[in-house]
């Protein structure tokens, strides 16, 4: 080794050593940084009120000026806290300084680890402290793994033949939190029940009552999981809205798999008519609890057949020497279902009647699938056709149907009376051999197959009357295994082209204009005292034969000629109730009726 090299090495060694020593002797003396303290060992900068800021606070053993910034794990700036602040030495920097989650940019933080940086200007050096915290803005994901105790698919029913509570078993054990228990139909969502979910549990229950201890009235409800997490984040197990109700999304599934439905009496009737003195199956779901039950024919007071039962089947022959509908009505415990039965005298007569069964089922609010909203081509689900009706009827039957049913059973009027599911299934009296087919209600979806054959009914010289509203302009597509799929939003022209308006509502006299197939013969010129219409706002290529129209010159009451056929549309949802005792309703109905006959 040169005598240079010696000389370095020495010096090299003696540098060791001092930084050795000047090292230990920073240790053995007190921290400049002293009483460092943050606030939350975690923080969630959500907006929520729940540790959405960091404090940090400290002093220093002698005077200095500070620069104050968090930084992330790679030690890269996030936010500047502060600049040239002086600070005394040994006081407290007071009330500190609070961070509210955002970058220098205003953009909110990253989750994830971050530390305070002190810059000593006085000093000349920067200190990370050691100490960190986390932001964390993820909220916790509590899951149901099951609701039973029944195995079956679908959603669990209450009460059960146990006599249990429905018992939610949750994914995981829960943090502290509560059961949320929604009622989804009517929307929006409605919370019947909160109940406290202690740490640790793994199981709840709910045993169909509100908070109040009062059993719920029938329908679908939502079990949701709500949980806390250490950073206040909270978390559900089916997403809720700033109101803290359901958040459903049009044609897919709730998530959380949380359906508990409520079902104390319901019935399911058969979807297509049944021959006069044949026998009918109804289904009734009491609960295994003994109901009564009548079977009547619509439009007559007094019970064809009566009966008491326990059994899941109810079996009946309706009698008549004529076309027309039965209703069969259990009852239990003061509550009451009714569903009506097609039944056909299985003569030929020249007019069809249809009932929209199709529709019914579109609005039956039945949860099908067990995730806690109800199944409703309206939201885009798709539906099942062989479902129990827990409403006293089927939706819309008691304002639009039975008015027009009573109608034709108290005119002792002929006709041949099918279901559009048996149209479509080529069951029953089919639209062959007919001269006008009657939609006795809101004819709202229905397959393109079915349309098409009334439309061509209709344009080789048959006639149609619509007597509901909101018709013919949606399809769903019928599968096999009778469910209604992929059902569509309304189209801007029905059938047979016509654009129709959305039901306006106000006080409304509809006045005849127009009239080359003498429609409002029977009337005296005008349907007064309707508080809504939908109007017709263009015939597309069919010629407007007759109208009454509205206070805006818009006709709504309207018959059009489609090709060599007719079609007849009444526009006034409240005209079928009013055919019982209103001389104007009745007068046009009974002029529909010879244009369908003839």
Known sequence: MTRTAQVVFAAMVLAAFGAFFAAQALKSQPPVIQRFQLAHRVISPNGDGRFDRQRVTFRLKRR????????????????????????????????????????????????????????????GRTVVVRRSFRVDTTPPRPRIASIGPSRTPGPELLPNPQGEPARIRLAAPARAGRLLVFRTWPAPGALVRTTPIPDGLRVT???GTDDSGTPVAQGPYLAVVETR?????????????????????????????GGITVRRLALQAPLA????????TVAVDARQRPYHWTLRVLGEARPERRGRAERALVHVTPSGARSAVHLLTARRDGLEASVPIAVDDREDHRVLVVLPAMTWQGRNPVDDDGDGRPNLLGTGSDVRLARVFGTPLPPGFAARERGVLEWLAKGRRRFDLTTDVALATGVGPKLEGHRGVLLAGDAVWLPPALQRDLRRFVARGGALVAAGVDSLRRQARLTASLRL????????????GSELEPLRRG???????????????????????????????????????ASAVDDR??????ALRVGRGLVVRFGLPELPS????DPDAQGLMERAWELLSR
């Open 205 to 207: 229950s709910w045993d």
């Open 485 to 496: 799929t992929d059902p569509t939003p309304a189209a801007s022209a029905d059938l047979f």
């Open 578 to 581: 009013r055919l019982a005792d």
């Open 553 to 558: 010159e818009r006709p709504v009451v309207v």
């Open 273 to 280: 008519p049944v021959s006069a003195g044949r026998r009918a």
């Open 507 to 545: 006080t409304f006299d509809v006045v005849g204009a127009t009239d080359e197939v003498e429609l409002f013969r029977y009337t005296g010129g005008a349907l007064r005292g309707y508080t809504q219409v939908e109007a017709t706002r263009s015939t597309g290529r069919a010629k407007l034969v």
């Open 64 to 123: 200095d000026t500070v620069d104050v910034a968090i930084v992330d794990e790679r030690g890269d700036t996030v936010r500047e806290l502060a600049s040239g602040v002086e600070l005394p030495a040994g006081r407290q920097l007071e009330p500190g300084l609070r961070w509210t989650g955002r970058t220098d940019s205003g953009h909110r933080a990253r989750d994830g680890i971050y530390r305070v940086r002190i810059t000593l200007r006085g000093e």
């Open 229 to 257: 997490d250490s950073a206040g984040n909270v978390g559900t197990s089916a997403p809720l809205d700033g109101r803290g109700r359901p958040v459903a999304e049009y044609g897919r599934e709730m998530p959380g798999r």
